[in-house]
């Protein structure tokens, strides 16, 4: 697709509770980032991916959260056992290249209430 | 990555050239400054991107310093539409974007 879908548009759960977010980066794309913005403004980069291998996985929390990018599927993130401060926007981004040479192109976000 | 300030605000009136500064004093050589915006709650836009030379697309102009430390994004004719918070980055080819806090720009009528 010409832009980067990014399902469900909200989520609630229960804290305890498990969530997975989806990303299809737009198609051609060999680069997938995953970003979670908490406050207004303040973005937080959580993991990239080179096709299905993990690129960079700095920021991903150690515990509770996972994320995969699988041949011919969305790419994934999940939390295991969602806690309140989880609530966040949670945006996919993805790229031909990486880094400097590129645009990323964001989609429109999943928003995540931990209740 | 290297660390951006931004102003936290600014208003422009409708119409007129929006120029948003940007410092990136720790910039080194291999790092491009990247502009995004954020329009309500959506998905962060790309806008221009630029290493050393000034850069000009149907969005907007980037004037980077000689000495690359600091940057001006740049409006030219603001609408209404173009309210929204802007981002300066600056990163390297290691693939992830750091994001600063942003400029909330307030386009006026």
């Known amino acids: 697709g010409e832009e980067v879908a990014q399902t469900p548009k909200h989520l609630v759960r229960g804290e305890g509770q498990k969530a997975k977010l989806y990303c299809a980066p737009i198609k051609g794309h060999s680069y997938v980032f995953w970003y979670q913005q908490v406050l207004k403004n303040e973005f937080k980069f959580l993991i990239s991916f080179q096709n299905e291998n993990v690129f960079d996985e700095t920021g991903m929390p150690k515990e509770r959260f996972s994320a995969k990018c699988l041949p011919n599927s969305p790419c994934s993130l999940e939390i295991q056992a969602t806690k309140l401060e989880d609530s966040a926007v949670y945006f996919c981004?993805?790229?031909?290249?990486?880094?400097?040479?590129?645009?990323?192109?964001f989609g429109q976000g999943t928003r995540l209430t931990v209740v | 990555d290297a660390k951006t300030t931004q102003p936290t605000s600014m208003d422009c009136a409708e119409g007129r050239a929006a120029n948003l500064p940007c410092n990136h004093s720790t910039i080194s050589g291999n790092e491009y400054v990247y502009w995004y915006r954020q329009i309500h709650s959506q998905g962060p836009q790309y806008i221009i991107h630029g290493l050393k030379n000034n850069e000009t697309n149907e969005m907007a102009s980037l004037i980077i310093t000689e000495d690359r430390k600091s940057s001006t994004l740049i409006l030219p004719h603001a609408t209404l539409r173009d309210t929204a918070v802007y981002y300066c980055?600056?990163?390297?080819?290691?693939?992830?974007?750091?994001f600063g806090d942003g400029t909330t720009l307030t386009v006026k009528p």
């Open positions: 980055i600056v990163h390297t080819n290691a693939g992830k974007s750091t």
């Open positions: 981004a993805s790229s031909q290249k990486k880094g400097a040479y590129t645009e990323a192109f």
